[in-house]
């Protein structure tokens, strides 16, 4: 089992006791490994600090042995692809086809540019021969932010690939794509409806880009972003923001109650921000276990938690649909 601090240590399991709310994890829905930390880009919001000087990538033994633990894990829908850049490993493709033949569904988590890479020019339509789902980050609809927060150039580059995805059939009919949007600051995202609305408009106006769905996210007090806030001295007043709009409801969804993260070493996690932070390990690894099937397991929380429970609440998959905080 994994190792979490005591209650009089962490605030956020102090609230989770105030509030009387779970702290086991349910059946394991959803696979998300991280292939890598290897990226052609260097976010300043990266939670996973990716990068082009990255080396850590996962193996192909290690793949192996998480389809084998697919296999004996029958509750298992879907599987999460993250990195870095997870098309960057060498595997990728191997992996993306095994997992298919299972019949679970594959989603890549693409910072889109990757796609213009050299050696990429042909991935993004193979993944939608093989029907891989694409979540793509773009934080906004216009350049300026994209650029200051991803890096000079990257909007335009993300533009002309989802023009390309939307020429593949990503965004209508059976391809689905779905967009990211997290905060360029220290500060929790807006209502996720009204962003959609905002994002379908202004990118078909602009470019005549479709998409299917907009996925809110909070940016959470770790690593890249955290040493941001530091710099802007803006860390606690950011740790006090979330804290001051914890969410009770939101806990029922966070993502770790049914999903498990897997490392590029075969560790385990409740969520890809316990692993950025090597926090919460589960003591055996995939060579270890005989399945995914965590129920019954306690969370490893932290005080970042608060950044999945502030508000509208933050997931994989955006806003947990809840309204107001406590």
Same mark, same amino acid.
């Given at each position: 089992?994994?190792?979490?601090?005591?209650?009089?240590?962490?605030?956020?399991?102090?609230?989770?006791?105030?509030?009387?709310?779970?702290?086991?994890?349910?059946?394991?829905? !959803? &696979? +998300?490994?991280?292939?890598?930390?290897?990226?052609? @880009?260097?976010?300043?919001?990266?939670?996973?600090?990716?990068? /082009? *000087?990255?080396?850590?990538?996962?193996?192909?033994?290690?793949?192996?042995?998480?389809?084998?633990?697919?296999?004996?894990?029958?509750?298992?829908?879907?599987?999460?692809?993250?990195?870095?850049?997870?098309?960057?490993?060498?595997?990728?493709?191997?992996?993306?086809?095994?997992?298919?033949?299972?019949?679970?569904?594959?989603?890549?988590?693409?910072?889109?540019?990757?796609?213009?890479?050299?050696?990429?020019?042909?991935?993004?339509?193979?993944?939608?021969?093989?029907?891989?789902?694409?979540?793509?980050?773009?934080?906004?609809?216009?350049?300026?932010?994209?650029?200051?927060?991803?890096?000079?150039?990257?909007?335009?580059?993300?533009?002309? !690939? &989802? +023009?390309?995805?939307?020429?593949?059939?990503?965004? @209508?009919?059976?391809?689905?794509?779905?967009?990211?949007?997290? /905060? *360029?600051?220290?500060?929790?995202?807006?209502?996720?409806?009204?962003?959609?609305?905002?994002?379908?408009?202004?990118?078909?106006?602009?470019?005549?880009?479709?998409?299917?769905?907009?996925?809110?996210?909070?940016?959470?007090?770790?690593?890249?972003?955290?040493?941001?806030?530091?710099?802007?001295?803006?860390?606690?007043?950011?740790?006090?923001?979330?804290?001051?709009?914890?969410?009770?409801?939101?806990?029922?969804?966070?993502?770790?109650?049914?999903?498990?993260?897997?490392?590029?070493?075969?560790?385990?996690?409740?969520?890809?921000?316990?692993?950025?932070?090597?926090?919460?390990?589960?003591?055996?690894?995939?060579?270890?276990?005989?399945?995914?099937?965590?129920?019954?397991?306690?969370?490893?929380?932290?005080?970042?938690?608060?950044?999945?429970?502030?508000?509208?609440?933050?997931?994989?998959?955006?806003?947990?649909?809840?309204?107001?905080?406590?």
């Amino acid at each position: 089992m994994n190792q979490q601090p005591s209650f009089s240590q962490n605030s956020f399991l102090n609230k989770l006791e105030q509030e009387s709310l779970s702290t086991q994890r349910g059946k394991t829905e !959803v &696979l +998300q490994v991280n292939l890598g930390r290897l990226c052609n @880009q260097a976010c300043e919001h990266c939670h996973q600090a990716a990068g /082009p *000087g990255r080396t850590e990538v996962m193996s192909l033994a290690t793949l192996q042995r998480l389809l084998e633990l697919l296999r004996a894990t029958p509750t298992i829908q879907e599987v999460d692809l993250t990195g870095g850049a997870p098309e960057m490993n060498p595997h990728f493709r191997f992996f993306v086809q095994e997992v298919r033949k299972l019949k679970l569904a594959v989603t890549d988590r693409c910072n889109l540019t990757i796609l213009l890479e050299p050696g990429q020019e042909d991935t993004a339509a193979w993944m939608a021969r093989n029907g891989v789902k694409i979540v793509a980050s773009l934080p906004c609809y216009g350049e300026k932010n994209v650029d200051q927060q991803r890096g000079k150039g990257v909007f335009g580059q993300s533009i002309r !690939v &989802l +023009q390309q995805l939307n020429q593949l059939g990503y965004g @209508q009919g059976a391809l689905e794509l779905n967009l990211v949007y997290n /905060p *360029g600051g220290a500060f929790l995202p807006g209502d996720q409806a009204n962003l959609e609305a905002e994002y379908r408009k202004r990118l078909a106006h602009d470019f005549g880009i479709r998409f299917n769905q907009l996925f809110t996210l909070t940016n959470m007090p770790i690593r890249r972003f955290a040493r941001f806030l530091h710099k802007e001295n803006q860390y606690e007043a950011y740790q006090e923001l979330l804290q001051a709009n914890f969410n009770p409801k939101a806990v029922e969804a966070v993502m770790c109650k049914s999903l498990v993260s897997i490392d590029y070493r075969g560790q385990l996690f409740d969520c890809d921000f316990n692993q950025a932070m090597g926090f919460g390990a589960y003591a055996q690894d995939v060579t270890q276990i005989q399945s995914l099937d965590l129920a019954g397991q306690s969370i490893a929380f932290a005080e970042h938690c608060f950044g999945c429970t502030a508000g509208a609440g933050s997931s994989c998959g955006g806003a947990l649909a809840v309204e107001g905080a406590s």
